[in-house]
């Protein structure tokens, strides 16, 4: 008898079309997002020898359109000091580092080391943070010979450092998670680190461990600059397991101070964890996140790769519920380029049947955008099945002013009990009108509601694509419009 493991069989059918998979093994959060030369970077949590969690490497991903994405080698591996964990990437433009040649600018890494023997052992200082730097555009990465530039203090929980320069201060700011708290440090060097505040114990939401701080800023729409930050954490989602939650309030380059301390989510489905922007992108908040969830990651059953990311999106502020000032997202404006022509199209209408979709979905292989726009919102259902009987229905519950989304009859569920639920998210707008659009992909489905106000996103792996659907509401609902548009391959 054969002494090794049985492979799994592979699952093309789950191979999503425009969310980034690497061709084969495990991934997670994404890491060292930086816009260079006209080159997008995503670096990623990567095991190269595993389809599951092990010694963390840095993968690496490049795209010109943000649509498109090429698997490049390894960027990072794990050396004596520890695995590669998360952290981020920026251009320095000054050379600042001293890690180019004088007149260079080179692209420097900064990530945490993560020494898993002495975290067996029991210590509490293990982790600790490290810089990389290149010289080639990103291709290759050399560790710089001083490491760790930021020793562990006694904090068991040290890591995921985002960098930003503050040109105020003419200094390089990090947002590190330390536990149950974000510290702030600061460099001028990116070598030589100061404490210059800690925030969040006590604030926000704590039902696990804070990770993959983001703090970034932004304009709301009364033109005033706002500074937002964002935290994961897991488990203590919305909806159980992994979840990332967010701050709006003031940074003064040292500290920052939050408007409030209500608890807020930046995604409310179970599936969009871990997420920062793009440094080097400075026309807009460019977002993207990993896309599923602690509870099941390791079990989801795709092979022989696991895990995608979500879409890229971009993050602005807006004016809620009660007049609240809110984090919204929506997809990237270059997702756009993906639309086919319309298949389903209607203005000025009425729901008041049930609307089949099934001919709009023909030929879609389960990749759609649908939009709906209406002035006077109900309480509605949009049901999809495909040939083998499966299903997934969506929708929105006026009497408690909810979206949902159902998967328990989407498909392979028996994985994990935590999968086979219902989502929903409340609606975060103030009146009609309201709109909704839905991106679907082979195996995802992404909800962006009221303008990205309110946002789920679901995995589920149904083994047919949606072939036929309807759209149904409890009382006759008018439209301004609704759209389905069938999305090209990005592969």
């Not at 033109?223 to 939650?245: E, H, I, K, Y």
């Not at 083998?388 to 929105?396: A, F, K």
């Not at 992909?441 to 036929?468: C, H, I, K, Q, Y």
Request: hydrophobic share 40%.
């Amino acid at each position: 008898m054969s002494s090794l493991a049985q492979v799994p069989a592979a699952t093309p059918q789950w191979r999503p079309a425009f969310h980034y998979t690497p061709q084969a093994m495990w991934m997670n959060d994404p890491n060292g997002l930086v816009f260079h030369q006209g080159v997008y970077h995503l670096f990623y949590q990567y095991h190269p020898h595993s389809a599951v969690w092990g010694p963390m490497h840095w993968g690496h991903a490049t795209s010109t359109d943000l649509l498109r994405w090429q698997e490049q080698p390894v960027a990072l591996a794990p050396d004596v000091l520890g695995m590669v964990f998360s952290g981020s990437a920026v251009v320095d433009v000054d050379n600042r580092s001293g890690l180019g040649p004088a007149g260079s600018q080179p692209l420097v890494a900064a990530f945490t080391h993560h020494a898993m023997d002495a975290d067996r052992a029991g210590g509490i200082t293990h982790e600790r943070q490290s810089l990389a730097s290149s010289l080639d555009g990103g291709l290759t990465w050399t560790p710089y010979a001083g490491n760790p530039v930021l020793p562990n203090p006694g904090r068991k929980d040290f890591r995921d450092p985002k960098l930003r320069w503050l040109p105020e201060r003419q200094r390089w700011l990090m947002a590190l998670a330390c536990g149950d708290r974000i510290c702030f440090y600061s460099a001028a060097d990116l070598k030589h680190w100061e404490l210059e505040s800690e925030f969040g114990a006590g604030l926000g939401a704590h039902g696990g461990v804070w990770e993959c701080p983001d703090l970034f800023p932004l304009t709301g729409p009364d033109g005033r600059q706002r500074w937002v930050l964002l935290v994961s954490l897991t488990p203590g989602g919305p909806n159980g397991g992994s979840a990332t939650q967010y701050f709006i309030g003031e940074f003064d380059g040292h500290r920052f101070t939050p408007d409030d301390t209500q608890v807020r989510w930046l995604d409310f489905g179970p599936d969009n964890y871990a997420g920062v922007t793009w440094s080097g992108v400075d026309d807009r908040a460019l977002f993207i996140g990993w896309m599923s969830n602690w509870q099941y990651a390791t079990q989801v059953p795709t092979a022989p790769w696991r895990s995608a990311m979500t879409i890229p999106r971009e993050l602005v502020l807006r004016t809620g519920l009660g007049g609240q000032l809110l984090l919204a997202s929506q997809p990237a404006r270059d997702m756009a380029a993906l639309k086919q022509p319309a298949t389903l199209s209607a203005r000025q209408t009425t729901l008041a049947q049930p609307l089949d979709l099934s001919a709009a979905l023909a030929g879609a292989h389960g990749r759609f955008m649908l939009r709906l726009a209406t002035p006077a919102l109900a309480s509605f259902t949009m049901s999809l099945e495909n040939a083998v009987g499966e299903r997934l229905r969506l929708g929105h519950d006026a009497d408690s002013g909810r979206w949902w989304i159902d998967r328990r009859a989407s498909g392979e569920t028996a994985f994990h009990p935590a999968f086979a639920a219902q989502h929903s998210a409340p609606r975060l707008a103030d009146g009609p009108p309201s709109t909704l659009e839905l991106w679907f992909d082979s195996g995802s489905v992404e909800f962006f509601a009221d303008g990205g106000l309110s946002t789920m996103t679901s995995l589920f792996f149904s083994n047919r694509p949606w072939s036929s659907g309807t759209l149904t509401a409890a009382t006759a609902m008018p439209l301004d419009s609704i759209d389905v548009h069938p999305l090209g391959d990005a592969r």
